[in-house]
């Protein structure tokens, strides 16, 4: 999607341009303003920190940074028990969780799943699970990384079919490392939900063997809640709510509630094995990060929040599984929780059909002023819907409401 719109002013899941045009924003930003559009609370507590000091050094904001992470890893899974606050953004994050693996078990090999995203500077373009965004950089490809099948039931690569699976992509991760690999597999990152690759549910029990894998071959898990986390599946982290029970879990995006870029790393206390020298940036920490952070955790952990994000997700769900009985000859499925949904979008054969789902992204932008975003960058063939965590019941509704005219009009 490449456009010529300027907005200059913004609320909840609403944009507007200079001249007062209103677009609703169905995909928060990126995914990361968890609390939409200069939420006032984050933007009240910003305005007072610009005004008394914008930046020290991390050398002075160890215990701010320190009550942060406190009160990220009150919310955290079992275990998952100290962490590190010295990145802005979700690459370095996970580029960081690589390092305490590799540093934790003197083990070199990491593995991915297929579709996966984990950022893009060059060590993560090289474990995310895309080849297109690899293409133009040598430098990403290496016999350290390898890329395994993702739990993606609606196109099992195996063709078959949960529960009756046998679930066959954990197994072949297995065989991997057992007669594949290195002999050195250090760890495996992956997304509780696929974000980018398309709102890849996996089925359950995936997770339980997952963690056995682990376990029995001694691979540290790592949770990329980059997208999932700080709320978007209606738990504050997903990781807990599918019992992934990893041992490291990195987060960014809707940690920064309103778009002000942050990132953390939280561990289970064993691996806290890294040397500030070892990993750490400029802005890591910086000050506006911290108090955003902390403002929307603090916002996100009110009683009745998450709640209100997994009730009304089921109502997306509902609306959205209600535009795929009525436009089922190219909406193929329909997958998520919370407020992270997708719509698969397929041709007369069910195969995927991603010049049509760029139509859709781009209609619906031009006729609808609904911002939406396709898996893959606009190589893939989802339609993803990650309203603000804030959304109301009547948003979601609103939005629906524009897919369903856009969708008629096709
Ligand atoms: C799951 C996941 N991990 C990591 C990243 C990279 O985060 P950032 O763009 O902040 O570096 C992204 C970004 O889209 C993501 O979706």
Redesign the pocket.
């Known amino acids: 999607m490449s456009v010529n719109i300027q907005f200059t002013k913004g609320s909840g899941i609403r944009l507007y341009t200079s001249h007062d045009e209103e677009y609703i924003d169905a995909v928060s930003g990126?995914?990361?303003l968890s609390l939409g559009y200069s939420h006032p609370e984050v933007v009240e507590i910003l305005q007072q920190q610009v005004e008394d000091l914008i930046h020290v050094s991390s050398s002075f904001t160890g215990e701010l940074a320190s009550n942060v992470l406190n009160s990220i890893l009150e919310h955290a899974p079992e275990g998952i028990t100290d962490g590190w606050m010295r990145d802005i953004?979700?690459?370095?994050?996970?580029e960081g969780a690589v390092k305490i693996a590799n540093k934790f078990n003197g083990k070199n090999e990491v593995l991915s799943l297929s579709l996966?995203?984990?950022?893009?500077?060059l060590f993560?373009t090289s474990i995310s699970g895309n080849a297109f965004r690899r293409k133009s950089f040598s430098n990403t490809i290496s016999n350290k990384h390898a890329i395994v099948p993702a739990p993606y039931c609606y196109r099992c690569p195996y063709a078959a079919k949960y529960p009756n699976c046998g679930y066959l992509c954990t197994e072949a991760i297995y065989d991997y490392v057992e007669y594949g690999g290195s002999g050195n597999v250090s760890c495996i990152i992956m997304?509780p939900i696929l974000?980018?690759g398309g709102n890849i549910v996996p089925p359950p029990g995936y997770f339980e063997r997952i963690k056995k894998i682990c376990d029995e071959l001694d691979i540290v898990l790592i949770s990329?809640e980059?997208?999932?986390g700080i709320g978007r599946t209606g738990y504050m982290f997903a990781s807990e709510h599918f019992d992934m029970q990893p041992d490291i879990i990195?987060l960014?995006?809707g940690l920064g509630g309103i778009g002000i870029?942050t990132?953390a790393i939280l561990y289970r206390p064993e691996f806290a094995v890294l040397e500030k020298f070892e990993h750490s940036y400029t802005s890591g920490g910086n000050l506006l990060s911290l108090a955003a952070a902390q403002k929307t955790m603090e916002i996100v952990s009110r009683e009745g929040f998450l709640q209100h994000v997994r009730d009304n997700g089921v109502v997306l769900g509902q609306l959205l599984n209600g535009l795929k009985e009525k436009y089922g000859h190219f909406i193929g499925d329909v997958r998520g929780m919370g407020y992270m949904w997708g719509l698969e979008i397929v041709d007369k054969d069910g195969a995927p059909d991603v010049p049509l789902t760029n139509r859709i992204i781009d209609k619906a932008l031009e006729e609808q002023r609904l911002i939406l975003r396709s898996s893959r960058y606009g190589f893939g063939n989802v339609v993803k819907v990650r309203p603000a965590l804030t959304a109301t019941v009547d948003d979601v509704q609103e939005i629906c409401d524009r897919l369903d005219k856009l969708f008629s009009q096709l």
Not at 89 to 94: D, L, W, Y
């Open positions: 990126t995914f990361n953004i979700g690459s370095t994050a996970n996966s995203h984990h950022g893009q500077t993560t997304e974000g980018n990329d980059v997208q999932t990195t960014a995006k870029p990132a």
